[in-house]
């Protein structure tokens, strides 16, 4: 699976932004599809993940600002954030994997490209 991720970029503490993840075909409606962030000197961390059913989970820190979702075609993936904080600031990945796999293990599955995301105070 080849995913593409889009959208990154510089906003103010309390802006938003919307990050993409593209992949070829209909792959991302057969898996389970996350975003996960990796901060300077921190381990990579799930921030929200969308099961083939469509059951949304989101880390605690993120819920209430972050929507995770998928269009009708199956093909883009798309994280909104809103009222973004400074510590929401990293290089946020996304991810596809077989619905069987945990997803809180950080290492599984098929992984995008980094976008960085920086929210300035």
């Known amino acids: 699976v080849q995913l593409q991720a889009s959208g990154g970029g510089l906003v103010q503490a309390g802006g938003s932004l919307r990050l993409s993840c593209a992949a070829s075909g209909s792959i991302l409606r057969i898996n389970t599809n996350g975003w996960y962030r990796q901060a300077p000197g921190k381990q990579r961390e799930l921030v929200a993940a969308?099961?083939?059913?469509?059951?949304?989970h989101y880390a605690d820190s993120v819920k209430g600002r972050f929507t995770i979702s998928r269009d009708n075609a199956g093909n883009t993936v798309h994280l909104q954030m809103t009222r973004l904080k400074p510590e929401d600031t990293a290089v946020y990945y996304c991810n596809a994997r077989a619905p069987n796999l945990s997803i809180t293990d950080a290492r599984l599955g098929s992984w995008g490209q980094g976008t960085q995301v920086t929210v300035s105070s």
């Open positions: 969308l099961t083939t059913n469509d059951y949304a």
